[in-house]
């Protein structure tokens, strides 16, 4: 079966660095997204990765090994509006979107 | 980039009337669209599927008769619940596949349904 795996709650602290880590197993692989949702709010795009290795943008940092079916979303310089839940979601060999169960990240001062 | 709305943004209802919930692709021509389900601290759930022109496809668990979905257009495609339960209070969220990106889908801001 198809499955995504992430944490399900991390706790930072404000200026720190966290990453989530998210392992997928899917019927054939298209690529990765991760997305973050505020409370009572739609998610938004952050990142999306095909190919092995790392993308930068700005605070945000994504990984992906498609050998090790692994990813991960590296968060520097944490500001409490980070405080969200982070999705990560695999895209199968029919181009479908599947879903992990998201992670609660908690920033404190 | 690529703008999904939804309405309406919130509603409320009494049991057992129906509710229609529109999500729009504003810029560009969505050839799939995306029916989710979210309740409280859980994570997205897919309900269904739709192309334009053809019928959605459920997953499993989805009652079709109670969630009609309807992809008229390449821009609209609309959810309607009804005969609305209390259970069924949710967050609704669409989103959109088309555009520039053949793989991402962009999300509306959702409706929250509260049946009373």
């Known amino acids: 079966g198809q499955n995504i795996d992430q944490p399900t709650e991390m706790t930072a602290t404000e200026g720190a660095i966290v990453q989530i880590n998210c392992t997928y197993q899917t019927s054939g692989f298209n690529g990765l997204f991760w997305y973050q949702q505020h409370a009572g709010e739609a998610p938004t795009f952050l990142s999306y990765n095909v190919l092995d290795g790392l993308e930068e943008k700005g605070r945000f940092s994504s990984f992906l090994s498609r050998s090790k079916g692994y990813s991960y979303l590296l968060l520097k310089e944490l500001q409490m509006k980070d405080s969200a839940s982070y999705l990560c979601?695999?895209?199968?060999?029919?181009?479908?979107?599947?879903w992990g169960a998201g992670t609660k990240l908690i920033i404190k001062p | 980039g690529a703008v999904v709305s939804q309405h309406p943004s919130w509603v409320i209802c009494k049991s057992g009337t129906s509710v229609k919930i529109e999500c729009r692709s504003l810029d560009f021509q969505a050839t799939t669209m995306f029916w989710y389900r979210q309740f409280p601290k859980q994570s997205l759930m897919l309900m269904a599927t739709?192309?334009?022109?053809?019928?959605?496809?459920?997953e499993q668990g989805v009652e079709k008769d109670k969630f009609l979905i309807n992809h008229a257009s390449l821009t609209l495609s609309t959810l309607t619940v009804t005969s609305a339960h209390p259970e069924d209070s949710s967050f609704y969220i669409c989103s959109a596949r088309g555009g520039e990106s053949s793989y991402e889908q962009y999300f509306g801001p959702g409706t929250r349904l509260t049946v009373t």
């Open positions: 739709s192309n334009e022109g053809s019928k959605a496809t459920y």
């Open positions: 979601a695999a895209i199968d060999s029919n181009y479908q979107l599947i």
